[in-house]
């Protein structure tokens, strides 16, 4: 089962949207800490905790140091956050 924490409430820098929480998508069990990488659960942008644990948008240097393995990761997590959303919005229209 994935793990979720509670994070400070905050809005998503790109969508607006509030945050409260993170959730692992592996098995380490642990909460997130400075400077690792989350993806909002409704617009799917690629974040970065920063020393509030807040989530900020990456600097260009952040993206630079992602290897074409975490790009492709990201990718395909973004895939799964659009396809929840669109069920979720096709479910709420019927």
Known sequence: MNERTRMPRCACPYCGVGLDGATSMNKRKRAPGVGDL?????????????????????RADEWRRLSDIDLMIV????????????????????
């Open 38 to 58: 989350s993806l909002c659960g409704y617009c799917a942008a690629l974040l970065v905790f920063d020393d509030e644990m807040k989530p900020r948008k990456p």
């Open 75 to 94: 990718r395909e997590l973004q895939a799964v956050v659009e396809s929840f959303r669109r069920k979720h919005e096709a479910a709420t229209k019927s």
